[in-house]
């Protein structure tokens, strides 16, 4: 009959546990260990919402570009001629005019009653022209009637005295008598001198008033012209052709001389004012060559004046039209400008990443040969444009890399694309 001991059997039942927690560890540890020298699975990019481009070699065009509007080279300001209250507005911005057409009709009683008193003033001068003029000339007549009448006593007495003389010499007249007649001779012929003198000096006189009352009356006339002009003018004209681009009054508005009252602008003399970011201006030029898209046509023009100072961080650049303007260029109308700076041979190059500017060197996906995963490469950029920029070093022809914003992935330097 066999004894059972139990002593000897807990002992192995606890050498046989000690043994498994022992194995199992182990088996814990070497998992860790593995498990630390296995590497990060890639984070996943999904192909369709990625931009992925390929790397080229061959010409650069260098372009910046800008937003902005056309903007008429030739504009008028129409100003108020006087003061005035706006009686009525003719037009409405929009509608094509010449320089007679009328926009606004202006009310000034008091101009136009002093262009009234002016008129009456002229008229009242020239009657007064006209009655200086009769009295003269009735006084030159009177002159001249005296003159005649002189003269006709003068011949009477110059023909006595030759027959006295006649008569003296045969001793029928008494000398005395002929002094007496010499005299007489000698007198009338000094009267006549005289008035014929004072007729002389009285024409003078008379062409002298005549020219005195002419002025006034001239002076008069433009006055009561430039009244007139200045009524007239409150009915305001253009001045010039072109479009009516801004009413600035309304009717009843009291305006003074000089307000803008309205803008006239000619379609045919339009530019582009482009909007070029501080950072890109550097490059531009003035005559480079101009793309502006209208969005119903691209017109073709040059940059021909760059703004010196800065507004808002951008400059201000005119590029002035060389080419056939579409049907629906418009002043305001907006427009976007692409300026080219200079086109580069045998240059590598790749679309603009979403992180990165010119000259400096950023972090770029590489995709391997079969696309199916992207290495994180250090590449130098160059030059850029307006949708590309040059490869310095880090890239090769051909190479394929994400363009689009990576952020999302983390610190991965692989990632799979799929």
């Given at each position: 009959?066999?004894?059972k001991?139990?002593?000897?059997s807990?002992?192995k039942?606890r050498?046989?546990?000690?043994?498994?927690?022992v194995i199992?560890l182990?088996a814990?540890?070497g998992?860790t260990?593995?498990?630390?020298?296995?590497?990060?699975a890639?984070?996943?990019?999904?192909?369709?919402?990625?931009?992925?481009?390929?790397?080229?070699?061959?010409?650069?065009?260098?372009?910046?570009?800008?937003?902005?509007?056309?903007v008429?080279?030739?504009?008028?300001?129409?100003p108020?001629?006087?003061?005035?209250?706006?009686?009525?507005?003719?037009?409405?911005?929009?509608v094509?005019?010449?320089?007679?057409?009328?926009?606004?009709?202006?009310?000034?009683p008091?101009?136009e009653?002093?262009?009234?008193?002016?008129?009456?003033?002229?008229?009242?001068?020239q009657?007064?022209?006209?009655?200086?003029?009769?009295s003269?000339e009735?006084?030159?007549?009177?002159?001249?009637?005296?003159?005649?009448s002189i003269?006709?006593?003068?011949?009477?007495?110059?023909?006595?005295?030759?027959?006295d003389?006649?008569?003296g010499?045969?001793?029928l007249?008494?000398?005395?008598?002929?002094?007496?007649?010499?005299?007489?001779?000698?007198?009338?012929a000094?009267r006549?001198?005289?008035?014929?003198e004072?007729?002389?000096?009285?024409?003078?006189?008379?062409?002298?008033?005549?020219n005195?009352?002419?002025?006034?009356?001239?002076?008069?006339?433009?006055?009561?012209?430039?009244?007139?002009?200045?009524?007239?003018?409150?009915?305001?004209?253009?001045g010039?052709?072109?479009?009516?681009?801004?009413?600035?009054?309304?009717?009843?508005?009291?305006?003074?001389p000089g307000?803008n009252?309205?803008?006239?602008?000619?379609?045919?003399?339009?530019?582009a004012?482009?909007?070029?970011?501080?950072?890109?201006?550097?490059?531009?030029?003035?005559?480079?060559?101009?793309?502006?898209?209208t969005?119903?046509?691209?017109?073709?023009?040059?940059?021909s004046r760059?703004?010196?100072?800065?507004?808002e961080?951008?400059?201000?650049?005119?590029?002035?039209l060389?080419?056939?303007?579409p049907?629906?260029?418009?002043?305001?109308?907006?427009?976007?400008?692409?300026?080219?700076?200079e086109?580069?041979?045998?240059v590598?190059?790749?679309?603009?990443?979403?992180?990165?500017?010119?000259?400096?060197?950023?972090?770029?996906f590489?995709?391997?040969p079969?696309?199916q995963?992207?290495?994180l490469?250090?590449?130098?950029?160059g030059?850029?444009?307006?949708?590309?920029?040059?490869?310095?070093?880090?890239?090769?022809?051909?190479?394929?890399?994400i363009?689009?914003?990576?952020?999302?992935?983390?610190?991965?330097?692989?990632i799979?694309?799929r």
């Open positions: 009959m066999d004894i001991r139990p002593g000897k807990k002992l039942k050498i046989r546990a000690a043994i498994l927690v199992g182990a814990v540890g998992i260990y593995g498990l630390t020298k296995l590497k990060p890639a984070p996943t990019l999904d192909r369709s919402t990625a931009v992925i481009d390929t790397v080229k070699r061959g010409l650069f065009v260098r372009q910046v570009h800008g937003n902005g509007t056309l008429p080279q030739l504009t008028r300001w129409v108020a001629p006087a003061d005035g209250r706006v009686e009525t507005i003719l037009l409405q911005p929009g094509e005019v010449s320089a007679s057409t009328v926009i606004f009709d202006l009310s000034n008091q101009m009653q002093q262009a009234i008193d002016a008129d009456f003033q002229m008229k009242a001068a009657a007064d022209a006209e009655n200086l003029k009769m003269l009735s006084e030159s007549l009177t002159q001249q009637s005296a003159i005649a003269n006709a006593e003068y011949s009477q007495a110059k023909l006595q005295l030759d027959t003389e006649v008569l010499k045969q001793g007249v008494p000398e005395i008598l002929l002094k007496v007649a010499r005299v007489r001779v000698q007198d009338i000094n006549l001198k005289v008035e014929r004072r007729l002389a000096i009285s024409a003078k006189s008379t062409k002298a008033q005549i005195a009352q002419e002025s006034r009356v001239q002076q008069l006339r433009a006055l009561a012209k430039l009244k007139k002009d200045q009524v007239d003018a409150l009915k305001v004209r253009a010039t052709s072109g479009v009516l681009q801004q009413v600035s009054v309304q009717i009843g508005q009291q305006v003074t307000f009252m309205a803008r006239v602008a000619d379609p045919a003399s339009l530019k004012e482009l909007k070029i970011a501080e950072t890109q201006i550097k490059d531009v030029r003035v005559g480079q060559p101009v793309d502006v898209d969005r119903n046509g691209i017109i073709q023009g040059r940059v760059i703004d010196p100072a800065a507004r961080g951008t400059f201000v650049v005119d590029a002035e060389t080419g056939p303007l049907a629906s260029a418009r002043p305001d109308l907006s427009v976007d400008g692409t300026i080219e700076l086109r580069l041979d045998n590598l190059s790749v679309g603009r990443p979403a992180v990165g500017q010119a000259q400096q060197t950023v972090g770029m590489r995709l391997s079969d696309g995963e992207a290495t490469v250090p590449v130098v950029l030059r850029s444009s307006v949708s590309t920029i040059e490869i310095v070093s880090g890239l090769r022809e051909g190479d394929q890399v363009l689009s914003d990576t952020a999302a992935l983390g610190d991965a330097k692989r799979r694309v």
